[in-house]
């Protein structure tokens, strides 16, 4: 099975990998730290700010890849710190309409450039 990458104008990328590649029926997206676009410089801003930065830019790819929120299966939370989960978890819900995707959340020593959060999804073709 050949492997498509999708890139998105919206989404920053800060290492030599796809932000999202597309197996199939599934797409597979990078995890996304709360990197700004448009500066490409990590967002400052508490646990809730990051989050939403994070789904801005994978929604964006989302979106490059023909793709909904509806479609996400699957996401896995990265946190630097567990005491953010209730935080995230706030902005995340409001990301998501039942049934909600699966999801995994996993707390990490570091991520890319000091952030405090990164997410990953998979996503699949209707």
Do not use: W
Not at 49 to 65: D, E, H, P, R
Not at 82 to 103: C, I, W
């Amino acid at each position: 099975m050949t492997r498509k990458a999708i890139t998105a104008e919206g989404a920053a990328v800060v290492g030599p990998y796809s932000q999202a590649v597309r197996a199939g029926k599934l797409v597979y997206l990078s995890g996304q730290t709360p990197v700004d676009p448009a500066t490409g410089t990590l967002l400052d801003g508490d646990v809730k700010a990051q989050t939403a930065q994070c789904f801005q830019n994978l929604f964006a790819v989302l979106k490059a890849g023909g793709l909904t929120p509806d479609q996400v299966v699957k996401v896995n939370v990265f946190l630097t710190d567990m005491n953010d989960f209730a935080a995230m978890n706030e902005v995340y819900a409001a990301h998501f309409g039942l049934p909600y995707p699966a999801r995994t959340t996993v707390g990490v020593a570091s991520l890319p450039l000091g952030a405090r959060i990164e997410i990953e999804l998979i996503a699949r073709r209707d």
